[in-house]
């Protein structure tokens, strides 16, 4: 299910092009009467509250102080957006204590930045709640995958040991069996490429830990999981959360992302070819239908079959705006029925006895040593 934005703005010429900007992502409720939006809101419990500086009512400004007291409402994050830069406004924001707005005219990808953001912190301070361990791995994930594509960027050195000592809680948290709080706890998160990213990261590590690869190994799968899409931190939300059909310009854009991953890894020092591989090759089908170079099975090793079958996985269980997501099992059959011939059969069906057994039940006969003896030679 979308999150929902609410906008409260007696401007109806602003009020829908705010609507209908942040329409693409997200379900958007919008008021121009602020009586009656306060108590529905109650009701649709938003994400986020925006804002105009008049309401029907009373000021923008006002109207946000009283939000504050409100049961409900006084806790979601508000944005407000202001026509001018005129002191006595500027005063009464400060006076109030409101410390995110927007002057106009602003450009439509700073709304779409800042709502994003605000989103974001406020699931990030959730984290804090969180056992250390737990928290520990969500902030150095998030902070791996921002801070690879900006230091690179700046043309500054970045060493695999960093990035893998920032993972290492991912490696600490599977083995510890404390892998669904983390999972949960990114779930309304708004950065969809780190929260696919997180989860590939963690099930490539169960899956590693499962069949009994070594530590180093499942800090490969762990690093390879999270950075494996960091090139799609370059391509526009528009296009990423596109609910139309997609062009044929919008499929070469996404299927750049590789491409874009590919340099962003190359300039990281002493990295294993293994993590490489996974961001590389986890497109790749088994009969040769994937990208970016076409591969059949004889050129797929261990590590990118593993990582295609987790991707599609994770893509198929995570909530999106175009779609909801499909239950663990659901994913699994429609993996085991309708794509044999593209994705390793043999990992799905162990995949899918390692996830059974992760929750509880008995699995299957193992057959993880020779895929485990495989995985030492190629990564």
């Given at each position: 299910?979308?999150?929902?934005?609410?906008?409260?703005?007696?401007?109806?010429?602003?009020?829908?092009?705010?609507?209908?900007?942040?329409?693409?992502?997200?379900?958007?409720?919008?008021?121009?009467?602020?009586?009656?939006?306060?108590?529905?809101?109650?009701?649709?419990?938003?994400?986020?509250?925006?804002?105009?500086?008049?309401?029907?009512?009373?000021?923008?400004?006002?109207?946000?102080t009283d939000l504050r007291k409100e049961e409900g409402t006084g806790c979601v994050p508000t944005l407000l957006?202001?026509?001018?830069?005129?002191?006595?406004?500027?005063?009464?924001?400060?006076?109030?204590?409101?410390?995110?707005?927007?002057?106009?005219?602003?450009?439509?990808?700073?709304?779409?930045?800042?709502?994003?953001?605000?989103?974001?912190?406020?699931?990030?301070?959730?984290?804090?709640?969180?056992?250390?361990?737990?928290?520990?791995?969500?902030?150095?994930?998030?902070?791996?995958?921002?801070?690879?594509?900006?230091?690179?960027?700046?043309?500054?050195?970045?060493?695999?040991?960093?990035?893998?000592?920032?993972?290492?809680?991912?490696?600490?948290?599977?083995?510890?069996?404390?892998?669904?709080?983390?999972?949960?706890?990114?779930?309304?998160?708004?950065?969809?490429?780190?929260?696919?990213?997180?989860?590939?990261?963690?099930?490539?590590?169960?899956?590693?830990?499962?069949?009994?690869?070594?530590?180093?190994?499942?800090?490969?799968?762990?690093?390879?999981?999270?950075?494996?899409?960091?090139?799609?931190?370059?391509?526009?939300?528009?296009?990423?959360?596109?609910?139309?059909?997609?062009?044929?310009?919008?499929?070469?854009?996404?299927?750049?992302?590789?491409?874009?991953?590919?340099?962003?890894?190359?300039?990281?020092?002493?990295?294993?070819?293994?993590?490489?591989?996974?961001?590389?090759?986890?497109?790749?089908?088994?009969?040769?239908?994937?990208?970016?170079?076409?591969?059949?099975?004889?050129?797929?090793?261990?590590l990118s079959r593993m990582a295609g079958i987790i991707d599609v996985f994770t893509a198929l269980t995570d909530?999106?705006?175009?779609?909801?997501?499909?239950?663990?099992?659901?994913?699994?059959?429609?993996?085991?029925?309708?794509?044999?011939?593209?994705?390793?059969?043999?990992?799905?069906?162990?995949?899918?006895?390692?996830?059974?057994?992760?929750?509880?039940?008995?699995?299957?006969?193992?057959?993880?040593e020779g895929v485990k003896t495989k995985i030492s030679e190629q990564a």
């Amino acid at each position: 299910m979308t999150k929902v934005i609410a906008v409260v703005d007696a401007n109806d010429r602003h009020r829908h092009m705010v609507a209908e900007v942040l329409g693409n992502f997200y379900t958007v409720e919008s008021y121009a009467d602020d009586t009656n939006a306060i108590w529905k809101m109650h009701l649709t419990q938003p994400s986020l509250i925006i804002v105009g500086q008049n309401t029907v009512g009373r000021s923008g400004v006002n109207f946000i102080t009283d939000l504050r007291k409100e049961e409900g409402t006084g806790c979601v994050p508000t944005l407000l957006i202001v026509d001018s830069e005129d002191f006595r406004t500027f005063d009464a924001i400060h006076g109030a204590g409101i410390t995110d707005f927007l002057v106009k005219p602003y450009q439509k990808s700073a709304l779409i930045a800042v709502v994003a953001r605000q989103i974001n912190s406020k699931v990030e301070k959730s984290w804090l709640a969180l056992p250390p361990a737990q928290h520990k791995a969500l902030e150095n994930t998030l902070c791996t995958l921002n801070g690879v594509a900006r230091n690179i960027a700046n043309g500054e050195n970045i060493g695999f040991d960093s990035i893998s000592d920032l993972c290492g809680p991912i490696v600490s948290a599977v083995k510890s069996g404390q892998t669904h709080k983390i999972i949960h706890a990114v779930k309304n998160h708004d950065n969809y490429t780190y929260v696919h990213s997180l989860r590939v990261s963690i099930l490539l590590t169960l899956f590693g830990q499962a069949i009994g690869l070594s530590t180093d190994l499942q800090m490969v799968l762990a690093t390879g999981g999270l950075l494996h899409d960091a090139g799609k931190m370059a391509i526009p939300r528009a296009t990423l959360n596109k609910i139309e059909k997609l062009t044929a310009e919008d499929w070469q854009l996404m299927r750049g992302h590789v491409e874009k991953t590919q340099v962003m890894l190359g300039a990281i020092e002493h990295l294993p070819k293994g993590v490489m591989a996974i961001a590389v090759e986890h497109h790749e089908r088994l009969d040769g239908s994937g990208y970016p170079k076409g591969l059949e099975s004889a050129g797929l090793n261990q590590l990118s079959r593993m990582a295609g079958i987790i991707d599609v996985f994770t893509a198929l269980t995570d909530e999106r705006p175009y779609r909801r997501a499909l239950g663990a099992e659901v994913a699994l059959e429609m993996m085991v029925n309708n794509m044999d011939g593209l994705l390793d059969r043999r990992l799905i069906l162990k995949f899918r006895e390692i996830l059974v057994e992760s929750a509880g039940f008995s699995g299957g006969d193992d057959d993880g040593e020779g895929v485990k003896t495989k995985i030492s030679e190629q990564a």
